[in-house]
Every structure is written in structure tokens, then in C-alpha cells.
């Protein structure tokens, strides 16, 4: 549930699908053709590839769409006359680098990422996941955090050959199963291996924590909004979220190497994808799905109104985080596209029936989309970043249709050295 607003998690949002015949971006001297709710510079990548296979598209869903009004087809007021350009504040490989310290210091207060390494009990019974098919072993990595806190991660292992990729699925604040489930059998189905994350003090992560002003004491497990007393000068409570990411991938890299880690979250899990592909390049493609939007957008969304996310979404919880001139979610954007293989495709639903929806975000597509060409060069293979609208349903989740799509990225830009 959304602690903002008493709603499924307050993330994402989106606008509805429309087809790009084809363009060139100015500048680049790069004519791609594409369709389809995203740019054709990220459709025509399966060509560069090679494999030849179109992007997947798809049209709006005109039930659905007859159930919304028009500030659901139309730009919003608030974005007249706004300047994206001036809002992207990465514009060099210096930038890149000095945000991600910047961001490390804050949440690590100076120390730096953890080196540690999880715990792990191999073949562990997993009910949660007893409905997929194709695992040959699930293991339990668990992370210890502050306040005696701990990250539970399932690591799953696939029956079929294994592709040597590592996709990492984080779950938001308490949405159902079914979609997560959905999303993990279809990778698994392809050969990946897949660690399977959840929110803090949500699903397999229940629990208590300990009192800041009494140590020894242990509180019941608190919602995100009621973490402001572990907040201080000496710890962040972003570890609670951010941590376990970094640990697992320890473990990862240092046991079975994968070739590349993809990484796809929903809603408070696609929050977490994007400052988390933002922060640490051992991601290698990124799918936040109905998880951000800049912070000059948010008074936008058209339901509910004014969404401005939940606890770990805000300035006024992180000043220290959320502290750019520059609009910080644009810059994590950036920072999650670029370097070899890199790339993040963000989905945004115009029907969510949540939050953080509409079409506001179609104001920002082109100049991420145009910055982070400009960075790689040119390259795709250097770095890639687009939106895909996606309007075939009304519903808070990872769609058919995404997924689908989500598919047939990982497929075209398949990683292999």
C-alpha cells in the first residue's frame, strides 16, 4: 500500500502508447525507425543487433481509455513552459562520477559501499515461490542491516542451462504476488537466474527493529513513514533499502560471475531499480516500472492528486539525498543508462490505477532519451535509455505487454562477453 496516500504504492504513472514512424536525432547523424510508445532510436537496436525482430507493440486499450477524461490524453498545465534541458544536470563523465559518490556518501555516510557478503543457506522451501516451475534450487541470502534488522533475498536457480545472466526482481510496498511471480517464471523460463527482493518490513522482510533511544529494546516493524527517528547524522535509513542490493551482488560476483545483471522492479520495487541501476554500474539493464517521475511532474499526476510518493521518494525525507540543482530523478535516469552494455527502459502506465499516471512524463522522454545518446557518443551499445507508454490495461502492474517487451530488449541487447 502507498504510506503517502493509503493507496496501492505511490510510484509510477504513465501516459498512453503512441507510434514514432521514425526520426533522426539532431546532432547524432543517426536515422532509426521505430513504433510504438517509445523512441526509435531503442527499437531500432534489435536491427543494429542483427536479430531482426521489431520491438512488440501494441495499441491503447479503448476500453479502458473511455473510462478516463481528457487529463489523461493531454499534457497537464503545470509543464507549460518548462525547460527540460537545464533540469538534466549530468552532462559529463565528471558528473557521472561526482553524483554517484555523492549519493554513495549519503547513504553510506562516508564509508563507502559494503564489501560484506550475505549469509546463505542453500535449498531452502520457499513457499512463496512453490507455484514456479523450472527451479532446480532456491537458496536464502540474508543480509544484516542496523537496528537489528535483517534483508531476506531468494536466490533461484533455473532447471534449464543456465544463460549466465542474473536478473534481480524487487517486489514494492505489498502489491500481490501475481505479478512478481508472473515476471520471475518468465525469466526462469529463459535461463536466468533471478534474486527476488522486498520491500523493508514488507512480505518475507516483516519484522521488528530495534529503539534508537533504547538500545536492547525492539519496536514492532515500522511503515516507511515512521522512519525518521533511525534517520541521523551517523545513519541512513536508505540502507534499509539499497544495502541488501549491494551485499547480494558481492555474493554474486564473487561466487558464479555472472556476465550481466538486469534488474526490474514494480512500483516501490521500481523506485528502487531506478536509484539503484542509478548508483551501482554492475547493473547492467534496468525496467523501473510504474516506479518514478521527476519531482516537477509529481503535482501533475492526474489520480490521485497530488501524488508525491511515499517516505523514501521525498526531499523533505532526504534533503541530503535529493539535493540537486538539477532534477535528481532525470539524473539517476542518466546515471542508470550509461557504459558498455548499459541501458534503462522506464514503463509508465496512463491507466495505473494508482498513481504518478496521465501523460505528463511525455515532456521528458526525448531530452533523457537525446542526453544519454549524446554521452555514449552515439553508441547504443555505450549506454540507452527510453520510456515505453504503456495504456493496454488499468491496472498498478508489470502488463503482459511490458513484460513482453521486457523481453525482447533483454533478447536484442543480449550481453555475451
Known amino acids: 500500500m502507498n504510506e503517502t496516500d493509503g493507496r496501492n504504492d505511490g510510484v509510477g504513472g504513465g501516459m498512453g502508447r503512441r507510434r514514432v514512424l521514425g526520426g533522426v536525432l539532431a546532432g547524432l547523424g543517426v536515422t532509426v525507425a521505430g513504433v510504438g510508445g517509445g523512441s526509435a532510436a531503442w527499437a531500432a537496436t534489435g536491427a543494429a543487433s542483427g536479430k531482426g525482430a521489431a520491438r512488440p507493440v501494441a495499441p491503447v486499450n479503448q476500453e479502458a481509455a473511455a473510462r478516463f477524461g481528457p487529463e489523461y490524453k493531454t499534457l497537464p498545465a503545470a509543464v507549460a513552459g518548462v525547460d527540460i534541458e537545464p533540469l538534466i544536470g549530468i552532462a559529463s563523465e565528471a558528473d557521472i562520477a561526482a553524483r554517484r559518490t555523492a549519493m554513495a556518501d549519503y547513504i553510506w555516510k562516508g564509508a563507502g559501499p559494503p564489501k560484506s557478503l550475505p549469509t546463505v543457506e542453500t535449498g531452502v522451501t520457499a513457499p512463496d515461490f512453490a507455484s514456479l516451475t523450472g527451479v532446480r534450487r532456491v537458496d536464502l541470502l540474508t543480509v544484516p542491516l542496523r537496528y537489528r534488522v535483517t534483508a531476506k533475498v531468494y536466490d533461484l536457480q533455473p532447471a ?3 544463460n549466465r545472466r542474473l536478473a534481480l526482481y524487487h517486489n514494492g510496498h505489498g502489491e ?6 508472473r515476471t520471475v517464471q518468465a525469466l526462469l523460463d529463459q535461463g536466468y537466474r533471478v534474486m527476488a527482493y522486498a520491500m523493508p518490513f514488507h512480505h518475507w522482510n516483516g519484522q521488528g527493529i530495534e529503539d534508537p533511544a533504547n538500545p536492547g529494546t525492539m519496536l514492532p516493524g515500522p511503515s516507511h513513514r515512521e522512519l525518521p527517528p533511525w534517520e541521523s547524522a ?3 535509513t536508505l540502507t ?16 558464479y560471475r555472472p556476465i550481466s545483471v538486469e ?3 514494480l512500483s516501490g520495487g521500481g523506485w528502487t531499480t531506478t536509484v539503484y541501476a542509478a548508483l551501482d554500474p554492475r547493473v547492467t539493464r534496468s525496467y523501473p516500472v510504474a516506479g518514478s517521475l521527476p519531482f516537477f511532474l509529481r503535482p501533475a499526476s492526474p489520480k490521485p492528486s497530488p501524488t508525491i510518493g511515499d517516505f523514501e521518494q521525498t526531499k523533505a525525507s532526504f534533503p541530503g539525498f535529493y539535493a540537486a540543482e538539477s532534477d535528481d ?9 550509461i557504459g558498455r552494455g548499459r541501458g534503462q527502459l522506464q514503463i509508465l502506465n496512463r491507466f495505473d490505477d494508482c498513481c504518478f499516471n496521465g501523460v505528463g512524463h511525455r515532456v521528458y522522454q526525448a531530452p533523457v532519451r537525446d542526453r544519454v545518446m549524446l554521452l555514449a557518443g552515439g553508441r547504443p551499445e555505450r549506454g540507452r535509455w527510453d520510456l515505453l507508454e504503456d495504456a493496454t490495461h488499468d491496472d498498478h502492474t508489470i502488463s503482459p505487454h511490458a513484460l513482453t517487451v521486457i523481453l525482447w530488449d533483454l533478447d536484442t541487447t543480449n550481453v555475451t562477453t
Open 160 to 162: 534449464k542451462r543456465w
Open 176 to 181: 500481490p504476488f501475481d505479478t512478481m511471480l
Open 234 to 236: 551517523e545513519f541512513s
Open 240 to 255: 534499509f533499502f539499497l544495502e541488501p542490493l549491494t551485499v547480494t551482488l558481492n555474493y554474486a560476483q564473487a561466487t
Open 263 to 265: 534488474m526490474i522492479g
Open 329 to 337: 530523478f532525470l539524473d539517476m535516469y542518466v546515471l542508470a543508462s
